[in-house]
Structures are given as structure tokens and as C-alpha cells.
């Protein structure tokens, strides 16, 4: 089993920032993909971002893409989500999620292809 926990979360200000962070540990091998969702009250899962095990390949929403930035440490088994120019729009529950196996230029950003998850941290943005 590979168990995914993670932290940074708390409340910003619009225009601050915020740098999430996810540990696994367990059977962890390299997950070949990390990805990040977010989740507001009443709604699903919305991907945000992924990263390849190399880090080579990331992908991101829209609505986040030149303000987050995703990032991976092997050796610490960490992936990060470094979040600036937040808005108030990005409160939300965070998620971290990781699948073992990685098919050259796929992008994962369905919430079915992660089998493990953590348990969420939660993100506030004050107007």
C-alpha cells in the first residue's frame, strides 16, 4: 500500500501564497504520476495539476496554469504544489493522488486513474 499525506495547507490572503506539500511512504517505489485535485463543498474532484516521476512532464487547469507550479523531490518521496497569486476562488479542499504506472504522453487528469489518495488538506483564500 502506498499512503499519501499532506500539509501546507491554511488561510492566504488573495494575492499571497501558498506551498502544499505531499509525502508518501509505504511501498513506495517512484509513483510514476503525482497529481493534485481540489474539492469545494457539494462538488467533485477537479484536477489541478500532475507530474511524471522525472518531472519531466506537467500539466495543469487553466485556472491555475502560471500561477502553480508543481514539483517533485525523489529522494524525500515529496511532491509540491507551490501556489502564489491565490484567489479566493482557489478555497478548497487539496488532494494529493498517485498511480504507479505511466504511458509515454498520456496525461492524467481524471480522478479515476489515481488508486491512491490522501486525506485532503484544506486551502483558504480571503478576498
Known amino acids: 500500500q502506498v499512503q499519501l499525506v499532506e500539509s501546507g495547507g491554511g488561510l492566504a490572503q488573495a494575492g499571497g501564497s501558498l506551498r502544499l506539500s505531499c509525502a508518501a511512504s509505504g511501498r513506495t517505489w517512484r509513483l510514476a504520476v503525482v497529481g493534485w485535485f481540489r474539492q469545494t463543498p457539494g462538488n467533485e474532484k477537479h484536477f489541478v495539476s500532475m507530474i511524471t516521476d522525472t518531472g519531466s512532464i506537467t500539466n495543469y487547469a487553466d485556472s491555475v496554469k502560471g500561477r502553480f507550479t508543481i514539483s517533485r523531490d525523489n529522494a524525500k518521496n515529496m511532491v509540491y504544489l507551490q501556489m502564489d497569486a491565490l484567489k479566493p476562488e482557489d478555497t478548497a479542499v487539496y488532494y494529493c493522488?498517485?498511480?504507479?504506472?505511466?504511458?509515454?504522453?498520456?496525461?492524467?487528469?481524471?480522478?479515476?486513474?489515481?488508486?491512491?489518495w490522501g486525506q485532503g488538506t484544506q486551502v483558504t483564500v480571503s478576498p
Open positions: 493522488a498517485g498511480r504507479e504506472t505511466y504511458s509515454n504522453g498520456r496525461v492524467y487528469r481524471d480522478v479515476g486513474d489515481y488508486p491512491h
